[in-house]
């Protein structure tokens, strides 16, 4: 993957309750966690239909691999929900992080990687792309860093690097 989409950077993990979640993680040494338990999401597009998703999601490193934890707060169909009716909770994508979000998406339309899901975090977009081809793995997404998530994501990182097991779980935004 990383050939075509760049590195992996993260690993998404589609759960039904983000504070258990969280406490599993903790449990294993994986913090702090910084907990946005109101995403606000715009720009909503499942499977070339228009909505609106109500999410909660949580962030933390592991070394240089970045988690995320994510449960959706409400009914709209998603690949979330899709992921847990077929499998429960567990491994929903991986992500490659990108600066170039418009030169990446006319290259992997290109590859032929039709979009799936896609969406905004303020004015970063997520797109999850059908990697799957016949064959059922994790959606591969792509997420812009451009801005503020670039060195947000690395201020994760850090605290992730010096954390002393205090303070598990930051809550923001």
């Known amino acids: ?6 590195p992996v950077r993260q690993n998404g993990y589609a759960v039904r309750d983000v504070e258990a ?3 599993h993680w903790v449990s294993l ?15 909503w597009e499942h499977r070339g239909r228009p909505g ?16 995320e934890l994510i449960q959706q707060r409400n009914d709209s169909p998603s690949l979330y929900w899709e992921f847990i009716k077929a499998h ?14 418009a030169a990446d998406l006319v290259r992997l339309a290109t590859l032929g990687f039709p979009i799936i899901q896609q969406g905004l975090i303020g004015r970063n977009r997520f797109v ?16 812009d860093i451009a801005g503020r998530p670039g060195p947000f994501f690395e201020e994760i990182r850090e605290a992730a690097r010096t954390w002393n097991g205090a303070d ?3 809550r923001a935004g």
Do not use: C, K
């Open 1 to 6: 993957m990383s050939r075509i989409f760049g």
């Open 21 to 23: 979640a969280m406490r």
């Open 29 to 43: 040494g994986v913090g702090p966690w910084f907990y946005f338990e109101n995403v606000p999401v715009t720009d």
């Open 52 to 67: 609106q998703v109500a999410m909660s999601i949580a962030l933390a490193n592991s070394g240089d691999l970045q988690l």
């Open 88 to 101: 429960g909770e567990g491994l929903q994508h991986v992500s490659a992080w990108t600066t170039n979000m």
């Open 128 to 143: 999850y792309f059908d990697t799957e081809g016949g064959h059922p793995s994790t959606t591969m997404e792509l997420y």
């Open 168 to 170: 598990p779980v930051r």
